[in-house]
């Protein structure tokens, strides 16, 4: 009786393996496709390597010149390493509350794929292309002074003290 026993075991088992392999092999290609405007993981590779400095309204470069060359973004990262808002997909920014000296150049950097309307309090407004950056220069005619960031709706996402 005991080998009966084994044998439908073996059978049991054998048919189970054979369902869930079955299974497998025929279910139904559920391959999630990203939405259409959604852009790819290269294409943001690439424009993020391709982007370039923003010279629009805002910017202490307004446009190329032999002293002043369009920044790459990575030669952008080099030169102002130490000085970089970076805006992220949610209007955060990183590092947040900074302080500085007067007349401080900052790169505001676009980590995300929507123009970026960024309101420094008397510095004014400045658009910020997809994935673009632009230098702007921090500066104040009294010091201390703080300097609130707004993005987009968001207020008061970080602070910029300017110091002698």
Known sequence: MKTMDKKWWWVVGGAVVLVIVLAIALR??????????????????????????????????????PTA???????????????RLEFDSGCQVRPVNQTWK??????????????RLIHMDVLGDVT?????FKIVKFSSLTTPDT????????????TVLLQK
């Not at 939405?35 to 290269?42: F, V, Y």
């Not at 910020?128 to 673009?132: H, N, R, S």
């Not at 300097?147 to 970080?158: K, R, S």
């Open 102 to 115: 007067n007349n401080t150049e900052l790169m505001l950097d676009n980590r995300s794929g929507e123009n």
């Open 28 to 65: 139904p290609n559920r391959k999630v496709e990203a939405p259409a405007t959604a852009p790819s993981t290269h294409d943001l590779e690439t424009s993020v390597l391709q982007s370039t400095e923003d010279f629009s309204s805002g910017s202490v470069h307004q446009t190329p010149t």
């Open 147 to 158: 300097i609130m960031i707004d993005c987009g709706n968001l207020q008061n996402v970080t």
């Open 128 to 132: 910020i292309k997809p994935w673009g």
């Open 69 to 83: 060359p369009v920044l790459t973004y990575a030669e952008a990262l080099t030169q102002y390493a130490d000085a």
